[in-house]
């Protein structure tokens, strides 16, 4: 964290800047992300698969090829320590890669994280009925598209931290089947045809879960919960069984349209500041720039923090955190999950090139529209964490 930024001026820097400064660099291209340590957390007990002694013939086939990478090569140079881990690590990668299957099924069978993965069920079904408490109270659906929205909600799919099959297949499912539900998959996916979302197992730990208080968890995998389910909610040319057809009349399409131009309009206004360093790069952003990922921000951010304050039970304090209320760590919880050091082409590109947003609009934008925010960070109205005028949506 940053204490000497103010948090109702720019919070991502307030709950950042203390790992966008452990992780600085020189080299444009260099982007560091706190959700990697998941993924790292992976890699390292994969290693120790790859080190222990494996009797099935495939891990067997997978150690051998590790030790090849390891040991068969060329090095002209003293190997070091921080070289031969940097070897390690090099192999281990490459080894999830030439043996996905292999090592996805024996890990999900020696670690099924089943406690896990049924708090996070949990979690989703008390996300997603706070979700339609705020969809139905908002006003602006009618009957129609409620009720065909609520079948989506119903038959909605969910697969959790790897498909039921990969306790018990034996044959390798085809490449494109495992690129799609692999447990080493960093992030969650809703498929819009099938209805259904798929949290890998690496969602299933620190940073997005398990990170010692409920408030936490709720402000991490929470919020990314409510993200998926938004997609859901929203793909309205989409039915319950998977047809394209329009579930929402035109009229409630337009109300929706006119609600999310608000969002684009600040987040183009935020781009074009951004690339305004770049001579004649603001006028690449396209103004029909589709913004579903950040509607979904914004409304899986306001589903997590209202599922969480329908939670019972005592509300525990952090060590060192004793002076922030539990509402305030949600939100601390929630950008440190996205804390990163993009460097500016990172970040450019991003804006110009995919539907995603560099984190700290994603952090800050989503906040600075919630009025539960500002009353927990006590900001004034009128700061940038508080502006007079906020997007809504549900």
Known sequence: MDLTADPCDDFYQYACGGFIAKHASTDPWDSVFNIQLSNDSMNQNIKKMLLGDSY?????????????CIFNRNLTDKVTLSTFNEIMKECTFTMMYMFEWELASAYV????????????RNMIDAIKFEFWKIVTNSGWMDDTSLNETFKKVQNLILILGYPPWFLTASRRPS????RQQSPFLIGATYFTYANLIFFPLLTMSPPFYNLGLDVLDYGAIGAIIGHELTHMFVTYDIDANGNRIRIWPSFVIKLYDDKTDCIRVQYLEAFEKFLSFWEGESHKIGKNKKMEENVADFAGLKAAFYAYK??????RKLVDFENYSTEQ???VSNAHLMCSRETMEFMKSLILRTNHSPFRYRVNLPMANFDEFAR???????????????????
């Open 56 to 68: 099935e013939e495939e891990l067997r086939k997978a150690r051998d090829e590790f030790a090849d």
């Open 109 to 120: 069978k020696q670690n099924p994280h089943e406690e896990s993965i049924e708090a996070v």
């Open 175 to 178: 490449v494109a089947v495992l």
């Open 310 to 315: 329908q939670l019972n039970g005592p509300k």
């Open 329 to 331: 760590l949600f939100f």
């Open 376 to 394: 927990a960070w006590g900001c004034t109205l009128g700061t940038k964490m508080n502006p007079h005028k906020k997007c809504v949506v549900w």
